[in-house]
């Protein structure tokens, strides 16, 4: 057990739908970062943030975005999905900018 | 721009026989190196990392990499495999700049046969 929570574990939803996926990071941990799991563009960054404010964004589309809240959760929201959003959706969080992300579970995300 | 490789999508091995899984990078500046296990319907496990030091890095579950400036590798190895070694190994360098993401490689399935 890494120490970092996701929710839920499974979304199933229909096209042009909107999702909320939610990460706790591990205790101590002010970096979040958001990864992408999929078969055709394997491991991809998203976004990632530092004690609530962003730090750097990777692949991201427009129709999705993120926020880390006071208590450093952050959630990532995914709108007017579309098929090819169908994926794994990791959370990882680290302690500083040299150590080590741990990752979530991560939440898999299948849109019909 | 950063990149990592890895060349092999599978590689098996007889359980009992040593491991290697490749890795090689391509970084602006110093490389930080990382490889992460990831099980079936799990999350990515950190194996073990490469910041500065020596070039031979242990990490968990017996499994060491050894990180060759000169060839720009950091090969992940382990002694004797276990069956239970069988998952999917992804190779990672960290971004440079004012962030810290990861970067990882393609993966390679690792498959141990008893």
């Known amino acids: 057990d890494s120490g970092v929570t996701q929710t839920p574990k499974h979304l199933i939803t229909a096209t042009g739908q909107r999702v909320t996926l939610r990460c706790s990071p591990r205790s101590g941990d002010l970096s979040v970062y958001w990864y992408q799991q999929s078969l055709d563009q394997g491991l991809q960054f998203l976004i990632q943030?530092?004690?609530?404010?962003?730090?750097a964004k990777g692949n991201i589309l427009e129709r999705f975005s993120a926020q880390q809240f006071p208590d450093l959760h952050s959630e990532l929201n995914l709108s007017s999905l579309e098929l090819g959003d169908s994926a794994l959706y990791f959370c990882?969080?680290?302690?500083?900018?040299?150590?080590?992300?741990?990752f979530g579970p991560g939440t898999r995300l299948t849109v019909l | 721009a950063q990149s990592v490789a890895q060349p092999e999508d599978q590689v098996n091995v007889a359980e009992g026989n040593p491991l290697t899984v490749k890795c090689t990078y391509s970084?602006?500046?110093?490389?930080?190196l990382f490889w992460y296990v990831q099980y079936p319907n799990r999350g990515l496990q950190f194996l073990l990392k490469y910041i500065t030091g020596d070039n031979l890095v242990k990490g968990s579950y017996g499994f060491e990499a050894e990180f060759n400036k000169s060839q720009t590798s950091f090969h992940l190895k382990k002694p004797s495999a276990l069956v239970s070694d069988s998952a999917l190994y992804f190779c990672a360098v960290r971004s440079s700049g004012n962030t810290d993401k990861l970067i990882f490689g393609t993966g390679t399935r690792l498959q141990v046969f008893p």
């Open positions: 970084v602006s500046g110093n490389p930080y």
């Open positions: 990882a969080s680290s302690v500083g900018q040299y150590n080590e992300q741990f």
């Open positions: 943030y530092y004690n609530g404010e962003e730090r």
